[in-house]
């Protein structure tokens, strides 16, 4: 159980244009997602957390206009990436909470990698 | 703010022997502690958790156990194979008490190789 899909696990863009990533919990409702930006031997940085129904709530230095993020049910959250350029370029990986506590487990999808040419 | 420190990598061992991956952290409530495992290609799966102090979290022969008086978190298994070789994070989650929500705050990774 608590398996999250991420689509697609690669894209490849022109600078410039947007780039939509979706996270899907597979078999459990998802009250709490995140996203997260993993760049080569370093560790994760938390993006924004989205509650469901709810604007996402942004991680100091993260461009709220640039990274879009809906989470429109509690299967489903987005992050659309809006003029990417290639400093965009990165490793994007979602997680999903059914709980809102400290204690409730994250559940980690499988990362999408984007390039932008 | 809250904070998770790792050992540096690349740990190498031989399959069979003993790891310890150290993981001490900062934070100003109660959190929560966790490992999570990312093996090459795929995304972090959570490896074992705990939840207060004194807590020992394991799985799959690996354990660690919550230490307040230390805030440490050790990784420790007795006898890795080929197939656990990955990176490994250490993350903490605060206590709702202090308003830290469940935002998770990870440690740099560090990457294990273990050879025949």
């Given at each position: 159980?608590?398996v999250v899909?991420?689509?697609?696990?690669?894209?490849?863009?022109?600078?410039?244009t947007?780039?939509?990533?979706?996270?899907?919990?597979?078999?459990?409702?998802?009250?709490?997602?995140?996203?997260?930006?993993?760049?080569?031997?370093?560790?994760?940085?938390?993006?924004?957390?989205s509650?469901?129904?709810?604007k996402?709530?942004?991680?100091?230095?993260?461009?709220?206009?640039?990274?879009?993020?809906?989470?429109?049910?509690?299967?489903?959250?987005?992050?659309?990436?809006?003029?990417?350029?290639?400093?965009?370029?990165?490793?994007?990986?979602?997680?999903?909470?059914?709980?809102?506590?400290?204690?409730?487990?994250?559940?980690?999808?499988?990362?999408?990698?984007?390039?932008?040419? | 703010?809250?904070?998770?420190?790792?050992?540096?990598?690349?740990?190498?061992?031989?399959?069979?022997?003993?790891?310890?991956?150290?993981?001490?952290?900062?934070?100003?409530?109660?959190?929560?502690?966790?490992?999570?495992?990312?093996?090459?290609?795929?995304?972090?799966?959570?490896?074992?958790?705990?939840?207060?102090?004194?807590?020992?979290?394991?799985?799959?022969?690996?354990?660690?156990?919550?230490?307040?008086?230390?805030?440490?978190?050790?990784?420790?298994?007795?006898?890795?194979?080929?197939?656990?070789?990955?990176v490994?994070?250490?993350?903490?989650?605060?206590?709702?008490?202090?308003?830290?929500?469940?935002?998770?705050t990870?440690?740099?990774?560090?990457?294990?190789?273990?050879?025949?």
């Amino acid at each position: 159980g608590a398996v999250v899909s991420q689509h697609p696990s690669r894209v490849i863009c022109k600078s410039g244009t947007s780039v939509k990533i979706e996270c899907r919990s597979l078999d459990f409702q998802a009250t709490t997602m995140f996203w997260y930006r993993q760049f080569p031997k370093k560790s994760l940085m938390l993006m924004a957390t989205s509650n469901e129904g709810s604007k996402a709530t942004y991680e100091q230095g993260v461009e709220k206009d640039k990274f879009l993020i809906n989470h429109a049910s509690l299967t489903l959250s987005t992050l659309t990436v809006t003029s990417a350029h290639p400093e965009d370029s990165s490793f994007y990986i979602c997680s999903a909470s059914s709980g809102t506590t400290p204690a409730d487990t994250q559940y980690f999808g499988p990362g999408t990698r984007l390039t932008v040419l | 703010g809250n904070s998770v420190t790792q050992m540096e990598g690349p740990v190498t061992l031989s399959e069979e022997a003993f790891l310890t991956i150290n993981c001490t952290y900062t934070a100003t409530g109660y959190p929560s502690l966790f490992w999570y495992v990312q093996y090459p290609g795929e995304g972090l799966q959570l490896l074992l958790k705990a939840t207060k102090a004194d807590d020992k979290g394991s799985n799959k022969g690996f354990e660690a156990t919550y230490r307040k008086e230390t805030t440490s978190f050790h990784l420790e298994k007795g006898s890795v194979q080929v197939s656990d070789s990955a990176v490994y994070f250490c993350a903490l989650s605060e206590s709702r008490l202090t308003g830290g929500g469940n935002k998770l705050t990870f440690g740099t990774g560090t990457q294990l190789k273990v050879e025949l």
